[in-house]
């Protein structure tokens, strides 16, 4: 699915499959957390250089994470906003213990009781 989604319902299962590795997985969660917490700290202390920090270390935890473990090109590229709404998604997925049968349904897993490192 080189092309773009018409819809998210589409992209969400493309989004997973780009992150079928769970070292790649591994390393957006902790870019979106670190990240968010970034965000947050700049917000609260009103230190507004440091805002731009966030999307630094968001996206360069995934960039690093595509090119060398998943070796692909970031999803970033074909829907930024469905991108950064799916970062956000599977992070509080995989946090919430709700994320395997997703990489199931998506393809990335063969069976709802294979190990997701999740």
């Known amino acids: 699915m080189a092309e773009r989604s018409a819809t998210y319902q589409q992209f969400w299962p493309f989004y997973l499959r780009e992150h079928a590795e769970a070292g790649t997985r591994y390393m957006h969660y902790a870019g979106t957390l670190i990240g968010t917490t970034i965000l947050l700290a700049a917000l609260l202390t009103q230190t507004w250089w440091a805002v731009l920090l966030w999307p630094l270390t968001g996206y ?21 906003f469905w991108s950064f709404i799916s970062d956000y998604r599977m992070t509080a997925l995989a946090f919430t213990g709700r994320l395997k049968p997703e990489l199931v ?9 294979a190990h997701a490192a999740e």
Not at 105 to 113: I, W
């Open 105 to 113: 349904k998506a393809g990335v897993l063969d069976h709802p009781h």
């Open 60 to 80: 360069g935890f995934a960039w690093v994470s595509h090119a060398f473990i998943e070796r692909n090109k970031p999803a970033t590229f074909i829907h930024p």
